[in-house]
């Protein structure tokens, strides 16, 4: 899945999550499948509780994490696009 | 009803004669078991689509109304509506009653009890000291073998198969073991009174006597999960390692009885209860050699684990082959 900067993510609202030390587990209530979340993982999903644009996520995780910019977008995207298929995140503004 | 047993800690009300104890005291919810004839089943499933489970044998439908249909060849039909209360079960004329009650006190009560909000794990599970020690694993992963061992050792069982847990508390189960012959015969003196489970497998039913089989619940202590065999070998060392709370959430998920009941209400449940679970009980992975001649050794080694819980990740090196 392709994300412009513009594109806005959010979590689905049919999910639950718990948050298990340091790691969580997602279930989607849509199609019920888990999936696992590590702590960076976490991070994102809890800057996506509200809508956030693909390009002000990068930059607060740009702050956050000492690592490659391309690599933290590939990533990133990589991350957002396996939620997006197991129906957890909304995105709008898709270009 | 004529019969009325207890079993999970639920007070079965039975048409047909069952292998249970005798209901006694509190109940966690009440089943009632009818019997019903096959034109009955067949006029239930008029215009319903039937579901064949590749990884299976059996036969399943989700009806309109929210009833659950499973069938099992040569075994028996069941079904269960929506709320849960009732089974519906027809047994095979091929099928030993032994092998019908399997299946009735396992995959078909599964789906009453999940109907009526409990969340049953396939899970084998024993009594030690008075405690509940689960092994989690799917069928072929040694957890009936392992039972054995231990109630040669004189501990006893509590389920094999479904567990229900309700407020830290295990109850137990039908008074069987399924068993292949060779562990039968190798641990348990009552091996000669087995039947055959089914034409699909080698394993019998053993019915257990009373030295054998714990009948009222008691406090969980400990969970662990058996290493698919893929990932041990007959020289695999003992080893048991704490899994993260993650690890363990999706153990007891993987764990679960029964797949088929998909709807949101009962996925949320499931998800808080293993959520719950797996923040209070930290859940073991144990890995143990595919070797019937090192049984015990792996009994011995959870047994110190189980007398010293607080041993965090544990390598038994003294154990390794």
């Known amino acids: 899945m392709h994300f412009s900067d513009t594109a806005e993510i959010v979590v689905s609202k049919r999910h639950v999550w718990s948050d298990m030390g340091g790691e969580a587990a997602v279930l989607s209530l849509i199609n019920g499948v888990y999936y696992g979340l590590d702590s960076v993982g976490i991070r994102v999903w809890e800057l996506i509780q509200q809508p956030q644009t693909f390009a002000r996520l990068r930059e607060v995780l740009l702050g956050e994490y000492d690592v490659d910019a391309q690599r933290l977008e590939a990533d990133l995207r990589n991350f957002l696009t396996q939620l997006a298929d197991q129906h957890l995140v909304e995105v709008g503004g898709l270009h | ?321």
């Open chain 2, 1 to 321: 009803m004529p019969y009325h047993y207890g079993v999970y800690g639920m007070s079965l009300c039975s048409e047909i004669v069952l292998s249970l104890p005798q209901h006694d005291g509190i109940a966690l919810g009440e089943i009632i078991v009818r019997a019903a004839e096959a034109d009955w089943f067949a006029n239930a499933l008029q215009n319903e689509t039937l579901q064949e489970s590749p990884s299976s044998w059996y036969r399943y439908a989700n009806l309109a109304d929210d009833s659950s249909y499973a069938s099992w060849p040569d075994v028996g039909e069941f079904l269960v509506p929506a709320d849960g209360k009732t089974i519906f079960c027809r047994q095979a004329s091929a099928a030993s009653a032994e092998s019908f009650h399997v299946y009735l006190l396992g995959q078909a009560l599964s789906f009453a009890l999940v109907k009526q909000g409990f969340e049953p794990l396939h899970a084998t599970t024993l009594e030690v000291n008075g405690e509940a020690i689960v092994f989690l694993g799917d069928s072929g992963f040694g957890k009936s073998s392992l039972a054995a061992c231990f109630l040669a050792a004189g501990h006893r069982l509590l389920t094999d198969d479904l567990l229900i847990l309700r407020d830290n508390l295990a109850y137990p189960g039908p008074s069987r073991l399924k068993l292949f012959p060779a562990m039968a015969r190798r641990f348990m003196s009552e091996a000669s009174r087995g039947v055959p489970m089914n034409a699909a497998t080698r394993k019998m039913i053993v019915p257990l006597s009373d030295r054998y089989k714990r009948t009222t619940p008691v406090p969980l202590r400990a969970i662990y999960t058996l290493a698919p065999p893929r990932e041990v070998s007959r020289k695999q060392a003992i080893r048991i390692e704490t899994l993260s709370p993650r690890e363990a959430f999706f153990e007891l998920v993987k764990n679960t009885f029964n797949y088929r009941i998909t709807a949101t209400a009962r996925l949320h449940r499931q998800f808080n209860e293993a959520a719950g679970l797996s923040a209070a009980m930290p859940v073991r992975r144990l890995f143990h050699p595919r070797d019937v001649n090192r049984l015990t050794d792996v009994r011995d080694a959870i047994l110190r684990d189980h007398s010293e819980p607080e041993l965090a990740p544990q390598e038994l090196a003294e154990c390794a082959v």
